[in-house]
């Protein structure tokens, strides 16, 4: 018999400014008390990027399977991976309109996702809530700054 799986919850953010343009993508870790962050950037990117690439990235930190409650406030990852997927993957990852935007990403995520039970959670954003307001923060950290000609 398998010994139940670690209960871990991921909080995770993805920003651009502009978008598109430099972003930066976070996630926060909470596993029995512990907390980890996680965070980068990349020069080019969108906003729908970088929210990928948070879950994505915060799944593969994990070390074994676990059972994951996934918060984001990005409705395009939340509807993308629990209502759009079957549709994208049945069309050999095309929309019904054609090309799939982001279709390497969304590939990366379901392999990210496949040794854990995810459950999807949305959170509303800018809404105070202490772990989306983190995230949030550490994502526009990371943004890439002056090497674009943007700068704050």
């Known amino acids: 018999m398998n010994a139940p799986l670690a209960e871990v919850t991921i909080y ?13 993508w976070a996630a926060l870790l909470l596993f029995q008390g512990r907390k980890k962050e996680i965070s980068g950037g990349e020069l080019e990117s969108t906003n729908n990027r970088m929210e990928l690439t948070a879950a ?5 930190a994990l ?3 676990c059972q994951v409650a996934l918060h984001t406030d990005s409705e395009y990852l939340k509807r993308g991976i629990t209502e759009w997927l079957p549709g994208w993957q049945a069309r050999n990852w095309r929309r019904k309109e054609g090309k799939l935007a982001n279709a390497d990403l969304w590939q990366e995520l379901v392999e990210a996702m496949r040794p ?7 959170v509303r954003g800018h809404a105070g809530h ?10 526009r950290q990371a943004i890439p700054r002056g090497r674009t000609g943007n700068s704050r």
């Open 12 to 24: 995770t953010d993805g920003a651009c400014q502009p978008n598109p343009g430099p972003g930066g």
């Open 56 to 60: 994505i990235r915060a799944l593969q």
């Open 63 to 65: 070390t074994r399977p």
């Open 116 to 122: 854990h039970q995810v459950e999807w959670k949305w």
């Open 130 to 139: 202490p772990e989306n307001e983190r995230v949030d923060l550490l994502a």
